[in-house]
């Protein structure tokens, strides 16, 4: 067998063969971290049997996710290994040295001695779903803190609005109306027959024209603020509301045609949909990583921390919220959905509250 270590950066990446007796076979050569430099990377590598080599590079951020799919799409064997388990390498080495082109012969030998997978287009899948599910993370982010700050620029605006709009502000009805309309004087001045329509249309016929009147009526003898920059900040939020409701939706859309792909077992678990299947199999990625149920707890950040002192040994503690945050958030988005839907889990919460347990807590332990 022939192992390559690839050393990975932003910009250019480091790549040597060694055989399987120690044998350096090709000293490391630089290469750019676009298409030249991933082919130049291959004429290196054409002259060995590709069913012969193994290609390790160490797991640091995303800057070697383009090569990995590069590889993997033309059936190399590919590894993407724990820098835990090349710095132990490293330590093993007397003379302290640390460069890109030794790191290449340690990432090598690393595949020699160390168990090692080899990287699939399931694996690629599943890197996208990761990356995809943490976007669609931040997006809700921003966009529950938009409708935040929209709440209160609608409070100074127009704080008689939130009575009339009984389920809330956060609706396509008000979104149309404020953004032709985003002050009282605006909507007091608006034709009944233009004010009528827009709400029946946005609101897909809820409204009607009584409804508008009240509307108008409310808007003429409100309190609120006629400040202009108020106003513009009212249209500006909802717009940025609308445009990251499409962002998330295309996220989501996205990650429903991977899933469809993969045709996980986990779609079966009734109330797991499509963007909790998703985001819990992007965290996880090879499920086969974890020895033990325990392990993956830990990896979610789900286990109880531990407090002891002295003879002291605390019997209630938290949750740690160690690990990967995004993948707890979906197991306990997932749980409070399997809850619902599955007899098993609803059992189990149920026992927990019987136990004294709050909401929370016993669909942690549901998580």
Known sequence: MYY?????????????????????LVKPFKFTNDNDGFFRLLSALESFDRSSLIIGLESTAHYGDNLVEFLVSRRYQVCVINPIQTSTM????????????????????TLMTQPHRFMTQEDIDMMHLKNLGRFRMK??????????????????????????????????????????APSPEQIASMHLTHLTHLLEVSSHGHFNKEQAKELRVLAQKSVGSSDRALSLQVTQSVDQIELLDRQIHEVESEMENIMLGLDSVIMTIPGI???????????????????KPNQLLAFAGLDPSIYQSGNFNASHTRMSK??????RYALINAAHNVVKNNATFKNYYDKKVAEGRPHYNALGHCA
């Open 4 to 24: 390559v270590g690839i050393d990975i950066a932003k910009l250019n990446h480091f790549a040597s063969v060694i055989s399987s007796e120690g044998e350096v």
């Open 90 to 109: 490293r330590k093993n080495n007397i003379r302290k040295t640390k460069t890109d082109k030794f790191d290449t012969y340690v990432i090598a030998k």
């Open 139 to 180: 997006l809700v982010k921003e966009r529950t803190r938009t409708k935040i700050q929209l709440t209160a620029y609608v409070d100074r605006v127009f704080p008689e609005l939130q009575y009339f709009f009984k389920s809330g502000l956060h609706q396509k009805a008000v979104y149309a109306l404020l953004k032709e």
């Open 273 to 291: 949909g499509y963007i909790n299947g998703g985001m819990i199999l992007g965290e996880i990625g090879d499920i086969h990583r974890f020895a």
């Open 322 to 327: 160690r690990g990967s945050r995004a993948l």
